[in-house]
């Protein structure tokens, strides 16, 4: 497992992803809309943390996406990894 954190982050990532996907597709399906239900929160790249030095600028924003089918859809990935990604 020491050496294999980088493919449980790229799971996990594809995770999100395929989530993010599965979230915009049922948001106009009555039945599924409940999957692309959740919240955003973090810096907004509107207006972002900065960090202003003499000759440097530097800007941070970073946003977070949270809905029910990516929680689910890194759950599941999380399981394939310790399914497939252990040797």
Do not use: H
Not at 20 to 45: A, D, H, Y
Not at 63 to 71: E, G, H, K, N, P
């Amino acid at each position: 497992m020491r050496g294999r954190k980088w493919l449980l982050a790229l799971f996990l990532m594809a995770g999100a992803v395929i989530g993010l996907l599965i979230g915009e597709l049922t948001r106009s399906v009555p039945f599924l809309q409940w999957l692309s239900f959740g919240r955003n929160f973090g810096l907004s790249p509107d207006n972002p943390l900065v960090l202003e030095l003499v000759v440097l600028r530097l800007k941070f924003g970073l946003t977070i996406q949270l809905s029910v089918s990516v929680i689910l859809c890194m759950g599941a990935a999380g399981l394939l990894y310790r399914r497939f990604g252990k040797k």
